[in-house]
């Protein structure tokens, strides 16, 4: 699976809207959805925010791995 394929799956099974995880990575929603839709590459630093938010690891959130690990705690 890739990154941006990703991003929406775990977005819309936390029941999130684009707008909400925008917010969050301090950005607009239309960069957000380039980042879904592949259009714009994610910056390492939001898919770092994004790790920890949904509390997985960055090899799930980048599709490197399937299994579902928890973010390391520090």
Known sequence: ???YERIREIREDNALTQQKVADLLHIGQ???SDYESGK???PIDNI???A???NVS???ITGASN???EYPKK
């Open 30 to 32: 239309r960069t957000y």
């Open 67 to 69: 299994v579902k690990s």
């Open 52 to 54: 920890k938010f949904y």
């Open 58 to 60: 960055v090899d799930y």
């Open 1 to 3: 699976m890739k990154y």
């Open 40 to 42: 714009t590459r994610i």
């Open 48 to 50: 770092l925010i994004l």
